[in-house]
């Protein structure tokens, strides 16, 4: 039997999880605060697996407490085909991030069951714990355990703002599990995100079919000066951290501008010590983003970076401490299953075109592991990690129409006997 046209998802039931899942740890905005491993995010947990569990799906939780929610197949030695993406959200983050690809991954279930189809081989939705890494860095770190890129217990020392430690957060939630991460092997995973980026809206284009993920490094920059008074102290007495801090932006953007128009960089974290209205910061603590498709891009602009840096704290006499604490290589994702998802897009009749991911998603760790690919869906104004994220009704549903039938091509449906 083949996947037909008419097969689509129940877009009513998708909009409903979507916006029931969006009640857990709101925003002050409209949008979400279900930052990872807090109650909230333990919460968002138990609601998705009470719906798995409703839907007839056995739970897996491996050791980073990623969450794993298997339908059978026909052939139970044949290997699943992975679909999720995850439930956290930045502390200002919009109801979508992540969540579209959990709960279209749960939609395609449920629309299985509905329509009592078999598939050859199981399929498993994924929640990947901690992809956004604004409360833990790095982003993605979970998949990054099960590709193979970070160790367990490096992911368990890392520390939140408080000084809390993931591994010591996860286990007070109480979404630890058993499972070693990483010895799930897949036939193939896909993940369904909205695209956090205006090309898709602009060109009036239903569908990215997304071919690459655009290369991240994360720098964390310590300046440290001296303070001191902010109205006593004569202006070429100053050893000023926050005036270096503000001359390394400028050159992160000067940077940035000169590999125009891929390569984008800013800095979204900063911590001003001691943060005092009228002391001169001593400290300043801040993390740069660059990005590009092209790795030896992504390398310019760190070698640059690091000379220009260097340069305006010696000139300063400020101290300067770099530690890249995050970072991927641009990935190519799978052949096969980009074009599982093109020709989805095409017998379902919706406008698509062949896109390069802005953001990181966990499908670029598992594209090590795994033959992989995404879906994306416009957003409007292509406005993300803003709690006024939105997307309509009708691009969930044709994102998820795309991700229902790629996944279900590629896990194989059986006659029902
Ligand atoms: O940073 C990213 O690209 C992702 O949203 N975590
Ligand atoms: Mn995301
Ligand atoms: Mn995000």
């Known amino acids: 039997m083949t996947i037909s046209s008419n097969m ?47 839907a007839g799906l056995s739970m897996g939780l491996d050791q980073m407490g990623n969450m794993f929610a298997r ?10 085909v992975y679909v999720g993406s995850h439930l956290d959200t930045q502390p200002t983050g919009g109801k979508y991030d992540g969540v579209l690809g959990v709960l279209g991954g749960l939609e395609i279930i449920r629309q299985l069951n509905d329509m009592k ?23 993605m770190v979970s998949s990054g355990v099960f590709a193979g890129v970070h160790t367990l217990d490096w992911a368990y020392e890392r520390e939140d703002a408080d000084g809390l430690k993931l591994g010591d957060e996860l286990k007070r939630i109480g979404w630890c599990g058993d499972e070693p991460v990483g010895e799930r092997k ?7 995100h909205i695209e956090q980026g205006p090309i898709l809206e602009k060109e009036n284009t239903d569908i990215g079919v997304v071919t690459h993920g655009q290369g991240l490094k994360w720098l964390q920059l310590t300046v440290t000066g001296k ?31 000169s590999h125009a128009p891929n390569a984008v960089g800013a800095i979204g974290h900063c911590d001003v010590y001691p943060n005092s209205r009228n002391i001169i910061p001593g400290k300043c603590v801040f993390t740069i983003d660059f990005r590009h498709p092209q790795k030896e891009i992504i390398a310019d602009m760190e070698a640059r970076l690091r000379e220009g840096a260097k340069k305006i704290c010696d000139d300063m006499s400020l101290g300067l401490e770099i530690e890249q604490v995050g970072g991927f290589d641009p990935v190519e994702f799978d052949l096969d299953c980009v074009t599982a998802v093109r020709s989805a897009a095409e017998r379902l009749g919706y406008s698509h075109r062949d896109l390069v991911s802005g953001a990181g998603h966990d499908a670029c760790w598992i594209n090590r592991v795994a033959p992989t690919a995404m879906v994306m869906c ?20 044709a994102g998820t129409n795309v991700l229902f039938h790629a996944v279900v091509e590629t896990a194989g449906i059986v006659e029902a006997s």
């Open 117 to 139: 189809v078999q598939t050859r081989h199981p399929i498993v939705i994924v929640n990947w714990t901690n992809e956004e890494g604004t409360r833990f860095a790095p982003a």
């Open 8 to 54: 689509k998802i129940n877009s009513e039931r998708l909009w409903d999880s979507l916006m029931e899942m969006a009640t857990i740890g709101p925003g002050i905005a409209g949008g979400n605060n279900r930052q990872t491993l807090t109650d909230d995010d333990a919460t968002g947990r138990k609601l998705f697996q009470s719906w798995c569990e409703a």
């Open 71 to 80: 339908r059978e197949g026909t052939d139970p030695d044949a290997l699943p």
């Open 186 to 192: 897949m036939k193939a995973f896909f993940e369904l």
């Open 227 to 257: 303070e001191s008074h902010t109205g006593s102290t004569p202006m070429p007495m100053r050893v000023n951290a926050g005036l270096g801090m503000a001359k390394i932006t400028q050159l992160v953007d000067e940077i940035a501008w």
């Open 378 to 397: 416009p957003c409007v104004d292509g406005l993300s990690h803003n709690e006024a994220e939105e997307i309509s009704p009708e691009w969930a549903a």
